[in-house]
């Protein structure tokens, strides 16, 4: 009783004081500018289970993502949508996948059977082993990184439009 009593006069010395603000959005926001260096030489693989070297462009938009996190087929119209209007501009796609605990022949599988449904992205890989995740400390699925060059210098992480908005303000801040 007496820690409930203490809680409840914690609380209530917070909330007298004027500038205590509780924000209840629920919205993923995390973004951030950076420069952070793209990991050089990363090989992955590609839907067949070939490896594949990561190539990125002038200016790409990397999209980290997880089919078991509801793999937001949603938002990838925004993306196509994106590179489309940009492309003239350099901007190109790249889509990562990654799927914890699998071994690569269920990777494989579960990828065959989920882009059987679907058309896959042009720039597939698969990263089975999780290697652009450590090496890009991306902590949530999906993450959208905008590279310029070799260096990410944006990110964004769920569907969040107002994570769209302000990638797309950093695209145009690089073209305009």
């Known amino acids: 009783m007496t820690r409930i009593l203490f809680f409840m006069l914690l609380a209530g010395s917070i909330l007298a004081q004027s500038d205590f603000k509780i924000d209840l959005k629920l919205a993923d926001n995390a973004f951030q500018e950076e420069t952070t260096p793209f990991p050089e030489g990363l090989e992955l693989f590609a ?3 070939k490896a594949k070297s990561v190539q990125l462009g002038e200016m790409t938009l990397v999209q980290v993502w997880s089919a078991c996190c509801g793999a937001e087929p949603e938002i990838w119209g925004e993306v196509e949508a994106m590179v489309r209007e940009y492309e003239e501009h350099g901007l190109t796609w790249v889509s ?10 269920q990777m494989k599988s579960k ?3 989920y882009f059987a449904q679907r058309e896959a992205p042009k720039n597939l890989y ?3 082993m999780g290697d652009i995740i450590d090496q890009l400390k991306v902590t949530g699925f999906p993450t959208y990184l905008l590279v310029v060059g070799d260096t990410v210098v944006f990110r964004t992480n769920g569907k969040d439009p107002e ?6 303000q950093q695209i145009e801040k690089r073209i305009l």
């Open 111 to 113: 990828m065959n059977d």
């Open 96 to 105: 990562v996948n990654f799927e914890n605990g699998l071994n690569m022949g």
């Open 126 to 128: 698969l990263d089975p």
């Open 47 to 49: 839907l067949d289970m």
């Open 163 to 168: 994570g769209v908005r302000l990638f797309r």
